[in-house]
């Protein structure tokens, strides 16, 4: 005071009469020229010093002088002279004798020389490339606000006293307000780009960079995007280019240098302790160190990244976490604001202005909540993001420098789990992490105050904790339990799908369909079960969670008035109470999940750094030398190499020169170490001793072929420029060209995942072009022919790798088991337990009668055999021309998993058509645009069953109606008079609002209940659809629908049916209806309020539907820009050998960072949707919060406290709501897909009906099994060229016949059309004179069994896998395991028939699969059987064994045997020899080699002629 009197003289500083006890509130002169004038003054010399050093270290180039830069310094100087020129009247005042208070001259002089300050700061953005300033335009904002008060003073004055009085500072003042103004909607502009800014270079620049402050503050720039995305379907071409400062370019970059710094430092104290362990070993002082490192490193393994994350975003984290803490500031003012407002209804003596100015600071404090609040989640999303940048290309950098030892102890799923579950979260940690120690700190603040307004009984409420905490807890325990075993029975239901999809084949062929469907149905009921439990577990716990608000209130006030008479409950006790109980709830739910979200982000930083810290290659394993003066290309000297630190050697004591373009054969037996050399040779393997060097570059060849999902001349160009001369002659050499003929695109078809759509041979063949292609120094073929046929073998011998094939010049080393060619190599490295027996050329080692040449004679008679010695001859395939790359009924399981079986090239003539579309070989997923069809709704709502939706909705309106009441009572309950102290009726008044409470909280649970269980009864009906659909579906559906769609239709999108959709929609109808009952409240308070809520209504309409589709679009996009980043992983991942024998990894590295940025700039506006929405919704609320105070202060007099209270506390949860509204709808309109999704294939073709009523009831049918062929043709798909073309023929009964052919000749197709697999195109098949067209699926596939060639077992009991329709007794079955050699080894097992066999059966070797297999087949006892060559993949006593027991068992059945091996044929009564879909020849064997025809040529072929 003081010190206002010596600035101020006798007038003194400020006079409350003056401001506040008046109905024309103004301040003193002093008080205007010191404490209003000095607040921006204040402000801006206490920011400047920071600000001046940020802009000095975020320079981003200068910006030229503008219109705008020029206006705001003249407008600025202008100012400075008004300044000074007061300073200077004030002194010529005073010389005059006029007194003047020393305020007069020290404040314009502050202000002057804080302009100045001002003028310097403008100067200085510019030069550091500032378009808008935050800084300074608050400092304007508040000089402003000053000038204002000042103004209006001197206009009260003027009119008061004239203007006469004091004429030029009047005029000054009005002329500082204008020029003030002036620099305020200057500084709301935005200035040009910096000169050779990105913002020049660059048109799709992110807006944010270049928008004004406020713009920036409330998200406004981003509304371009949600109008575009409103008027047009979203491309990744309408969003911007990834910023510089989230670029995987800059981040990755920096965390590389981060980790290396923290890892570095971890790896120097482990050394200290072991250098410290070796100084002290005696003293023991360096156990109890290593000890302790130990457990350190146990426990917080996470130590270092997390070191790494606080670096890189420490400060940006705490910036956010400083908003946030601002933003509970105002949180908590709110409701004092709130307090004061209820004193002023109540006091009617109250001048009106405080109402107003109430109404106005609560709407401003709720607005710089949302400011605040909005900008702590921007940063936090941001920096979600950028971590999710950084941990992404962490982890891929680490892929390709792991070692074959860290190989084995991760696989793909993991790593794709580490960049997507464990990476979302550490995003989620970010937001919740403040929640950890705020949220104790809001509920010890809420406590503080409730205890101001009710004394003890605010201590009450801990009670009411104390008993909702256990009960919550064991809900919560009990719920997570159905839960697991809801898992558990998903995961069955997932495993079982699974291999239903993946056999799909063999279901069909043996009409399994109806029991395979019944065992997925009792595993799906037994889930349903358990989540029925788990939703009426969560309707209590909601029920409970949300009752809880009532609870806290319904004790405190009834403690508070029932203990003590005098205590009376007014609205401004009872209504202040209630907004802090809200947020004492809302503090006191966000914990339970910022711990949550510490504990499971604390798991994922331990797996992260444990995936980091895993072993990687040594680079000095294997040196590249490029001198010329080194003679041989490849050295190796006394070498020992092991796979990992801690094996045992796999190659010992190797020395191996390969001289300049020789060309080596690496022979051995299965384990000998032959592919384990080659990865020596290119560094893959630790070395322990010796040296390894290598001249000039290297191309690689691996065992299993490595294909990209790109194109197949992608695929070989393999990043380098096209030679389209040496391009043709490669794939003419490599014998691609035929199958670029077939293929839709020729070389631009696109190859899928893994090579998905291509043979086996095709793929080898692939990437034997992609390694001749690079022209390299030094080849590495591991095994190349082993996936081809045996001509194809022999083609690329000749053409590529031998004396005159295109690499003849080059050095080669090929591993490989095919002895025929061994006479052509230069020399020959015989391997024998990792250690090389012999070295020398083929006579040589011949001569020398070693093990090479006993190797040899073992290998010999096998070749005799099989026809030429290139093993494997069926494996890979040159597609016909019509396209069937189908060799056989049943293929492998990579081509199960792909449908390579499945035609998934259907390589159709069709190619301009086919190169326009890219020709994609499967149908992919449909990628939604616009809003989901109202029909989606109605079909899920039909699901559900219309009693139930009115139910539902008759539940949700009572339940707030109770609600309402409930409010309503409280208010005439504040309202009710006090007489001697105290208050009339107030045990009724507690009993009827507690019973008020109880009816809402149960009807509330049965309304929750309702929606949860309507969507399980919806989920159960939808499934059953989706399952029967798919079921009844043709072959054809399955070759054309990836395995991946069908399993996402029945575990993602169901579970999105099963959970999200009926928890979504509960909470839509919850704050619905709660919206609802809020502005009822509002409306019953102060029906005037109806004039700005209806407008305010509409914009909330506007808003919710711009943000709905374009949310709904950015998130389909940004899911459908995930899979490339997963799929590079993995693809990389299976390639990483491939890549640093190429040394390409700098190319695959960017196109990571190019997956990553553009997922990042999908998710980035993603992510501001949200702020958009939230600032704007929230904007909104708070502007429903403003006028419904401003209508209870206008009515004050005829609205009691109660009154306005009750409508103010509910108004201020409108924003909450409304944001909550909105989130609710979009999450289900996101997730309806899911139902659109599942009803798909409602649509599709479906095959014959699986039985015919009336059909074969009363009569015996296949009793002798002639098959009759007339004028047969079969077309794959309508597209395609017909793959059976006018077959005519009559199998008699009992009559075995052998099928022969070329490659794509039509062998298998046969099989598929008598199992009508494919119907036919023309003609009929007749069995035993009847039309199979006119039998029921089921009806004929039971009667005809199939014999595959790679056996089919399911996840079950043995018994299940041998008779799945459960139709045969025990004894039957033991006597078919007796004749198949098995009932000694299954009599072994410890359940015998109900021994559970694993997935795919591999829990039993190959040999076994097959004769459980041929057991299933015994059991049958079909009168036709066919087999597929069934002894293909198993040894010759087992061979002999099977061949043996179908003679014997069969004898009286027609036999069809689809043969890949013309020997296994032989012996057949008639040989059927097809060729391009034709019958070619038929007759017995004897005949046709007398023909010397097709049958004859293919005998030559194979060796047997």
């Known amino acids: 005071m003081a010190a206002g009197g010596a600035l101020c003289g006798p007038a003194g500083l400020g006079d409350w009469n003056q401001t506040w006890y008046t109905s024309t509130p103004r301040f003193t002169c002093c008080f205007q020229s010191t404490v209003i ?36 310094m003249v407008l600025g100087f202008l100012l400075v002279i008004l300044c000074f020129s007061n300073v200077f009247f004030v002194l010529w005042e005073i010389t005059q004798g006029i007194p003047r208070a020393p305020a007069f001259f020290v404040s314009p002089t502050v202000v002057g020389i804080t302009m100045i300050l001002a003028i310097f700061l403008t100067q200085a953005e510019r030069m550091t490339g500032i378009q808008s300033s935050g800084i300074l335009l608050i400092y304007w904002l508040l000089s402003f606000m000053a000038a204002v008060a000042m103004f209006t003073s001197k206009v009260q004055h003027a009119l008061e006293r004239g203007f006469l009085e004091d004429r030029f500072h009047h005029v000054t003042t009005y002329l500082f307000t204008i020029l003030v103004l002036g620099e305020l909607v200057l500084f709301c502009l935005v200035d040009h780009p910096p000169f050779f800014s990105e913002a020049v270079n660059n048109p799709n620049q992110c807006p944010e960079a270049s928008s004004s ?285 699974n291999a239903i999809l993946s056999d799909i084949k063999v279901i069909k062929v043996y009409g399994w369909e109806k029991t395979f469907m019944e065992k997925v149905l009792g595993i799906r009921k037994q889930e349903l079960q358990a989540l029925k439990r788990s939703q009426i577990l969560f309707s209590a716990s909601l029920a409970s969670f949300h009752s809880s608000t009532f609870l806290i209130a319904f004790v405190m006030f009834a403690v508070y008035t029932l203990v003590d008479n005098t205590h009376v409950l007014d609205a401004q006790k009872a209504f202040v109470s209630l907004t802090l109980i809200n947020i004492l709830n809302t503090a006191h739910s966000f914990l339970p999940f910022s711990i949550n979200a510490a504990v499971q982000a604390k798991v994922s930083l331990n797996r992260l750094a444990s995936f980091l810290n895993l072993e990687e290659l040594n680079p000095e394993s294997s040196s590249r030398n490029t001198s010329d003066c080194v003679p041989a290309t490849i050295t190796i000297r006394n070498g020992t190499f092991c796979w990992g630190k801690e094996s045992s050697p ?131 073929l591991d095994d190349p022919l082993s996936a081809v046929d045996a001509h194809v073998g022999q083609h690329i011998f000749e053409r590529v790798l031998g004396p005159s094939g295109l690499l003849k010049d080059k050095t080669r080393v090929l591993v490989t088991h095919a002895i025929n060619i061994l006479p052509q190599v230069d020399n020959i490295v015989f391997l024998v337990d990792g250690t090389i027996s012999e070295i020398g050329s083929y006579q040589e080692l011949l001569q020398k009668n070693g093990g090479f040449a006993e190797f040899l004679h073992s290998h010999i008679p096998a070749e005799e055999k099989t026809g030429f010695p290139a093993i494997g001859d069926t494996k890979g395939t040159i597609t016909s021309r019509s396209g069937h790359s189908q060799e056989r009924l049943f293929s492998d399981k990579s081509a199960k998993a792909s449908a390579v079986g499945r035609e998934t090239i259907p390589l159709s003539q069709d190619c301009t058509a086919a190169a326009a579309t890219k020709e994609r070989l499967t149908k992919g997923e449909k990628t939604r645009h616009g809003r989901v069809n109202v029909s989606i709704y109605a079909a899920y709502l039909k699901a559900t069953g219309s009693p139930l939706c009115v139910y539902i909705i008759l539940l949700f309106t009572c339940q707030q109606a109770v609600s309402f009441f409930r409010g309503y009572w409280l208010s005439i309950w504040t309202d009710d008079p006090v007489h001697n102290g105290t208050q009339e009726h107030t045990e009724l008044r507690v009993g009827v609002f507690g019973a008020l409470g109880v009816i809402q909280a149960l009807l509330r649970f049965a309304s929750v209940a309702a929606v949860l269980l309507g969507g399980v ?159 704007n919704l929230e904007f909104l609320g708070n502007g429903v919060v403003l006028f419904a105070a401003l209508f209870a202060a206008m009515g004050r007099t005829h609205l009691s406290p109660g009154t306005a209270g009750f409508s103010i506390s509910y108004a201020l949860q409108i924003t909450g709501v409304l944001n909550w509204m909105v989130r609710s709808w979009t999450e289900i309109e996101n997730n309806i897909v899911s139902v659109e999704r599942v009803r798909e294939y409602l649509r599709t073709p479906k095959e014959a009906p699986w039985t015919l009523n009336g059909k074969l009831r009363d009569q015996v049918w296949l009793t002798e099994g002639r098959i009759e062929f007339r004028n047969y043709s079969l077309r794959y798909r309508p597209h395609l060229e017909l793959a059976l073309k006018q077959i005519n023929l009559t199998i008699k009964g009992q009559e075995k016949i052998g099928i022969t052919g070329r490659t794509g000749a039509g062998k298998s197709t046969l099989a598929v059309g008598l199992l009508r697999l494919v119907e036919a195109a023309e003609g009929t098949i007749l069995i035993d004179g009847l039309d199979i067209a006119q039998l029921g699926l089921h009806d004929l596939r039971t009667k005809i069994t199939v014999i595959p060639q790679d056996p089919v077992l399911f996840s079950g009991s043995l018994r299940m896998n041998l008779d799945p329709l459960n139709q045969y007794t025990d004894a039957d079955i033991w006597t078919a395991l007796e004749l198949t050699q098995l009932k000694n080894f299954v009599a072994d097992l410890p359940d015998q028939l109900e021994y559970q066999c694993t997935d795919q059966g591999e829990n039993l070797s190959t040999g076994q699969k097959q004769l459980v297999c041929l057991a299933r087949a015994l059991l049958r006892k079909a009168k036709i059987l066919i087999l597929d060559e069934a002894t293909a993949a198993v040894d010759v006593e087992t061979d002999l064994q099977i061949q043996s027991t179908l003679r014997t068992q069969f004898k009286d059945s027609t036999v069809l045997t689809i043969a890949h091996r013309i020997n296994t044929i032989m012996d057949c009564n008639r040989i059927l020899v097809l060729e391009n879909g034709r019958i070619a020849e038929f007759d017995t064997v004897e005949r046709l080699i007398a023909q010397k025809g097709l049958f004859y040529r293919l005998m030559e072929e194979s060796g047997l002629a």
């Open 37 to 72: 004038a000095w607040i921006p003054c204040a402000y801006l010399w206490i920011c400047s010093p920071l600000y001046y050093l940020y802009l000095r270290r975020k320079s981003k180039g200068y910006i030229r002088m503008s219109h705008i830069f020029k206006t705001k």
């Open 213 to 497: 402050f406020l713009s920036k503050i409330t998200y406004w720039w981003f509304s371009g995007l949600v109008q575009k995305g409103f008027q047009q379907s979203l491309g990744v071409d309408d969003l911007w280019s990834v910023r510089k400062e989230d670029s995987s370019e800059e981040i990755v970059a920096w965390a590389e240098r981060e980790w290396k710094k923290c890892h570095r430092r971890t790896q120097q104290e482990t050394e200290s302790v072991t250098f410290k362990k070796d100084q002290k070993s005696e003293s023991g002082i360096a156990e109890v160190e290593e000890t302790e490192l130990l457990l350190r490193s146990e426990h917080s393994q996470s130590g270092p990244l997390l070191k790494m994350f606080w670096s890189m975003f420490g400060t940006y984290f705490f910036f956010g976490t400083v908003c946030l803490v601002i933003c509970d500031v105002f949180l908590f003012s709110v409701p004092k604001v709130l307090s004061l407002f209820l004193e002023f209804i109540e006091d009617q003596e109250a001048p009106s202005w405080h109402g107003y100015f109430y109404a106005f600071t609560m709407f401003l404090l709720a607005c710089l909540q949302t400011l605040f609040e909005q900008r702590y989640m921007y940063m936090c999303l941001v920096l979600g993001l950028r971590l999710k940048t950084a941990v992404t290309g962490l982890v891929y950098r680490k892929i390709l420098v792991m070692s074959d030892a860290s190989r084995k102890v991760t696989n793909v799923g993991e790593i794709v789990n580490l960049v997507s579950v464990d990476v979302q979260k550490l995003m989620d940690l970010i937001i919740y992490f403040n929640g950890t120690w705020l949220a104790p700190i809001r509920i010890i603040i809420c406590f503080v105050f409730l205890w101001q307004l009710l004394g003890p009984s605010a201590l009450s409420s801990i009670v009411v904790f104390l008993f909702l905490l256990p009960l919550n807890f064991m809900i919560t325990k009990k719920r997570s339990q159905f839960q697991e075993t809801q898992m558990k029975h998903k995961d069955e239901r997932a495993k079982l799908t």
């Open 650 to 780: 796999c190659l010992k004591s190797i020395d191996l020169t390969v001289p300049q373009g020789s060309l080596v054969a690496v022979v051995g037996q299965v384990g000998a170490g032959k592919s384990s050399l080659l990865s020596a040779l290119l560094g893959e393997l630790e070395k322990t001793d010796g040296w390894v060097t290598m001249k000039g570059t290297t191309a690689y060849v691996p065992q299993q072929a490595w294909i990209q999902n790109a194109s197949v001349e992608d695929n070989i160009l393999f990043g380098k420029e096209m030679d389209e001369t040496w391009f043709n002659r490669v794939i003419d050499a490599c014998a691609l060209q035929l199958d670029f003929e077939n293929f839709p695109a020729g070389q631009k078809s696109e190859i899928g995942e893994k090579g998905l759509n291509i043979s086996g041979g095709q793929k080898q063949r692939v990437n034997l072009a992609r390694a001749v292609y690079q022209n390299a120094s030094v080849y590495l």
């Open 1017 to 1175: 009864l919806a989920s159960h009906k939808l499934f059953l659809q989706l399952l029967g659909n798919v079921a009844r579906s043709p072959m054809v559906f399955f070759e054309q629908t990836p395995i991946g769609n069908l399993l996402n239709r029945f575990s993602r999108e169901m579970d999105a049916v099963d959970s999200v959709i009926p928890d979504k929609l509960k909470s839509l109808l919850g704050f619905l209806f709660n919206l609802l009952e809020i502005y009822l409240v509002i409306l019953v308070a102060t029906p005037m309020a109806a004039i700005a809520i209806v407008p305010l209504t509409v914009l909330y309409a506007v808003f919710q539907h711009f943000y709905v589709i374009t949310s709904c679009q950015l998130r389909r996009i940004e899911a459908a820009s995930r899979s490339p980043i997963y799929s590079h992983i993995s693809e990389t991942f299976q390639g990483r050998s491939v890549i640093r024998a190429y040394k390409v990894q700098e190319r695959f590295i960017l196109k990571s960072n190019f997956l990553v940025d553009e997922n990042q700039r999908i998710s980035f506006p993603g992510a501001v949707a949200d702020r958009w929405l939230a600032a």
